[in-house]
């Protein structure tokens, strides 16, 4: 059997430019997919990698982490200036 594709909803800072994802959208992914994997997808440079946040359903984790179908994850990218 084929496995499903997953549903997660991602919301992102603009900085952040995640080509064809809009912030607040809903988003298939397959299955077993981590948040690097979602990244690499969206053709974010591996270097900038760790300079994004995660969360997901409102709780900070790592790259690694294995989204699960409805997961909510926000990305940020933290910005200073002065």
Not at 6 to 29: P, Q, R, W
Not at 43 to 63: A, D, L, M, P, W
């Amino acid at each position: 059997k084929k496995a499903e594709p997953m549903k997660i909803k991602i919301k992102f800072s603009a900085i952040l430019n995640l080509h064809g994802v809009t912030s607040g959208s809903e988003i298939e992914i397959k299955d077993g997919s981590t948040i690097t994997d979602l990244l690499t997808l969206y053709r974010i440079k591996e270097i900038q990698h760790h300079y994004i946040i995660s969360f997901v359903n409102g709780r900070n984790q790592r790259s690694s982490y294995t989204l699960c179908n409805g997961d909510s994850l926000n990305l940020l990218l933290p910005a200073g200036g002065g």
